[in-house]
T-cell receptor, first 115, second 117 residues
Framework: ETGVTQTPRHLVMGMTNKKSLKCEQH?????MYWYKQSAKKPLELMFV???????ENNSVPSRFSPECPNSSHLFLHLHTLQPEDSALYLC??????????????FGPGTRLTVT | AQKITQTQPGMFVQEKEAVTLDCTYD???????LFWYKQPSSGEMIFLIY??????QNATEGRYSLNFQKARKSANLVISASQLGDSAMYFC??????????????FGQGTELSVKP
């Protein structure tokens, strides 16, 4: 595997379900990110982890719970979601969170539909 | 206030022609980075090109070049010799360095490019 992978690619869940999104990066990066992309809106940063420590939480509802067990893996645990949470969830990684030059590499995303 | 503005929701270009996608940004930071990403219908965001605020030369990567006009705060993407595979959404993004905000990238609304055969 190369780059950034995400599973599952598609997920349909009911409002009372609990599910998890998984992200894995094979680039040796130290920082990982979760973004939400809703239709007709710019990407919204949700969470940032640097060396497994959360450094940013962009006022995300508690029904989204991130977990970063090591610098290669990132999870997003979902519970009691709302229909408006339906979106494309993108994971990204970068060499570092500091400095302005490090590009972020994105995974293919998980298309989430909440019914 | 909108930090990244992409004023073209959709663009059409004939195959083999060049196209310019507009991006303007707003920052009071002296040090920042500008990025362009491509998002095909598959969903993955693909990094294309980077321009640092202190770079004197415009960035180029193959058929992609960035027309950086610092005084006007614009960072337009130029794609030369368009190909059918260039049809996708294109996003301009910025990262500010003074208060790095955990490496936060601020994205524009995107421009949908369609290449006609």
């Amino acid at each position: 595997e190369t780059g950034v992978t995400q599973t599952p690619r598609h997920l349909v869940m009911g409002m009372t379900n609990k599910k998890s999104l998984k992200c894995e990066q094979h680039l040796g990066h130290n920082a990982m990110y979760w973004y939400k992309q809703s239709a007709k809106k710019p990407l919204e940063l949700m969470f940032v982890y640097s060396l497994e420590e959360r450094v940013e939480n962009n006022s995300v509802p508690s029904r989204f719970s991130p977990e970063c067990p090591n610098s290669s893996h990132l999870f997003l645990h979902l519970h009691t979601l709302q229909p408006e949470d339906s979106a494309l969830y993108l994971c990204a990684s970068s060499h570092s969170t500091t400095g302005e030059s490090y590009e972020q590499y994105f995974g293919p995303g998980t298309r989430l539909t909440v019914t | 206030a909108q930090k990244i503005t992409q004023t073209q929701p959709g663009m059409f270009v004939q195959e083999k022609e060049a196209v310019t996608l507009d991006c303007t940004y707003d920052t009071s930071d002296q040090s920042y980075g500008l990025f362009w990403y491509k998002q095909p219908s598959s969903g993955e965001m693909i990094f294309l090109i980077y321009q640092g605020s202190y770079d004197e030369q415009n960035a180029t990567e193959g058929r992609y070049s960035l027309n950086f006009q610092k005084a006007r705060k614009s960072a337009n993407l130029v794609i030369s010799a368009s190909q059918l595979g260039d049809s996708a959404m294109y996003f301009c993004a910025m990262r500010e360095a003074v208060y790095n905000q955990g490496g936060k990238l601020i994205f524009g609304q995107g421009t949908e490019l369609s290449v006609k055969p």
